[in-house]
T-cell receptor, first 114, second 112 residues
C-alpha cells in the first residue's frame, strides 16, 4: 500500500491563480480530510468527507473547494490564490468515524502564493 | 466552538531529562489522540485514549486522559535525541462531531 499520497510536493502560485492539490489513498478509507499547517497555529481543518459524495466544511473553509467523487480521491481546489493561503497542506484519511480512528497523513504540499 | 489548548508551546531539554506536554479541551471529549511530527515531516499517530482516567504506556512515553475527559498529558521519561519533534493532541467532541480538533502542538528540542 502506498498509503496517502499528495501531489505536488511543492508549488508556487501568483495571486489570483487557481490550482488543485491532489490527494489519494489506497486503504479504502471512508473519511478523508484536508488540513493546513501554519507556524504556531497547529493543524486547522479545511474540509472533510465521511464518504464518496459527502463533504462538509471544517474550521477554515473560505477560499477552498472540495469534492469526493470516489472513495480514493479527495482533491482540494484553490479558487483564486491569495498570499494568506501560503501554508503546508496535509491530506489525511481514516477508516471510519464512529470512534475517531487513526488519521493517516500524507507527506504534505508546501504552497507559496506570491 | 470546541477549542483544544496545548502547553507549553516550546520545550528545550537536556538529553536524559523528562518532558511533559499538557492538553486541555473547552468541551468534554469522546476520545483524544496524540501525534508526533518530526521536523519537515508529517504527523504520525502515536496513541488514542478513550476511557476516563485511562493511562497508556509506550516504552518511555506515558499518556493520560483526565477523569472528566477534558484534559490529557504526554510524559516522556529520559528524553533522547530521537524524541525531537512537535507533539500534537487532537480531540473529538463528545457531542458526536465528525471533526478532530488539534492543539497547536509542543515543539520539543533535545540537547545532546
Amino acid at each position: 500500500n502506498a498509503g496517502v499520497t499528495q501531489t505536488p510536493k511543492f508549488q508556487v502560485l501568483k495571486t489570483g491563480q487557481s490550482m488543485t492539490l491532489q490527494c489519494a489513498q489506497d486503504m479504502n478509507h471512508e473519511y478523508m480530510s484536508w488540513y493546513r499547517q501554519d507556524p504556531g497555529m497547529g493543524l486547522r481543518l479545511i474540509h472533510y468527507s465521511v464518504g464518496a459524495g459527502i463533504t462538509d466544511q471544517g474550521e477554515v473553509p473560505n477560499g477552498y473547494n472540495v469534492s469526493r467523487s470516489t472513495t480514493e480521491d479527495f482533491p482540494l481546489r484553490l479558487l483564486s490564490a491569495a498570499p494568506s493561503q501560503t501554508s503546508v497542506y496535509f491530506c489525511a484519511s481514516s477508516r471510519g468515524q464512529l470512534i475517531t480512528d487513526t488519521q493517516y497523513f500524507g507527506p504534505g504540499t508546501r504552497l507559496t502564493v506570491l | 466552538g470546541q477549542q483544544v489548548m496545548q502547553i507549553p508551546q516550546y520545550q528545550h531539554v537536556q538529553e536524559g531529562e523528562d518532558f511533559t506536554t499538557y492538553c486541555n479541551s473547552s468541551t468534554t471529549l469522546s476520545n483524544i489522540q496524540w501525534y508526533k511530527q518530526r521536523p519537515g515531516g508529517h504527523p504520525v499517530f502515536l496513541i488514542q485514549l478513550v476511557k476516563s482516567g485511562e493511562v497508556k504506556k509506550q516504552k518511555r512515553l506515558t499518556f493520560q486522559f483526565g477523569e472528566a475527559k477534558k484534559n490529557s498529558s504526554l510524559h516522556i521519561t529520559a528524553t533522547q535525541t530521537t524524541d525531537v519533534g512537535t507533539y500534537f493532541c487532537a480531540g473529538q467532541d463528545q457531542g458526536g462531531s465528525e471533526k478532530l480538533v488539534f492543539g497547536k502542538g509542543t515543539k520539543l528540542t533535545v540537547n545532546p
